[in-house]
């Protein structure tokens, strides 16, 4: 189930809008609150009240363009291949990927201590590349908590005796029956058939 590599860095790095939130909460300056509002925006008198807001409001813009990225391109397949799903097992997510950054992220990460966010970094490309590797990209906490659930699944093609197996991807429950697929790379996007 091998995602490309820039189609798997997408993923990947939508999964952690949250994680991105959260950085982007522990580096708001709080004090600033009590300020008044600077209108008209004046470079010399305005402060943004976040603490490296390039970096803070960087990172949370691109988890959340890379997230509207994947919800776009999972929304947009129209499966159109008629399939008898013979079976499906449910894939249960291993969440210790995704929780071990947001551990890591309340051990006071701050984007002004470069060392420790170098290090975060580093830390974040090795658990993409582990999980890119171990084919588990699309096992993420955010596409379950919007409803999409991963299978291994039995099928075969209308009208055919063949039985494949394979990984698949529904928005909800995928229960044993007649469905419309869509092949992305290697796994398969299942949608149940409408009758006509």
């Not at 701050?110 to 974040?124: A, M, N, P, R, S």
Request: charged letters at 10%; hydrophobic letters at 50%.
């Amino acid at each position: 189930m091998q995602f490309r590599l820039i189609t798997a860095l997408i993923v990947f790095i939508g999964s952690y809008l949250p994680l991105s939130l959260i950085l982007l909460a522990q580096n708001f300056d709080f004090s600033a609150v009590r300020n008044q509002f600077c209108w008209p925006i004046n470079e010399n008198a305005c402060v943004i009240p976040i603490k490296s807001p390039i970096f803070s409001i960087g990172l949370f813009s691109l988890t959340l363009l890379c997230l509207g990225v994947t919800l776009v391109a999972l929304r947009a397949i129209r499966p159109s291949i008629d399939v008898e799903v013979i079976e499906a097992e449910y894939v249960p997510t291993d969440l210790m990927n995704y929780t071990l950054p947001y551990v890591v992220s309340f051990m006071s990460i701050d984007y002004q201590e470069t060392g420790k966010f170098i290090g975060f970094l580093v830390f974040l490309v090795w658990m993409f590349w582990i999980t890119y590797r171990a084919g588990q990209v699309i096992l993420n906490p955010v596409l379950i908590a919007l409803g999409w659930r991963l299978y291994t699944i039995s099928y075969r093609f209308a009208g055919s005796p063949n039985v494949f197996k394979t990984s698949a991807l529904s928005k909800g429950h995928l229960n044993p029956g007649s469905h419309k697929q869509y092949p992305l790379q290697e796994i398969q996007i299942m949608k149940p058939e409408v009758p006509a």
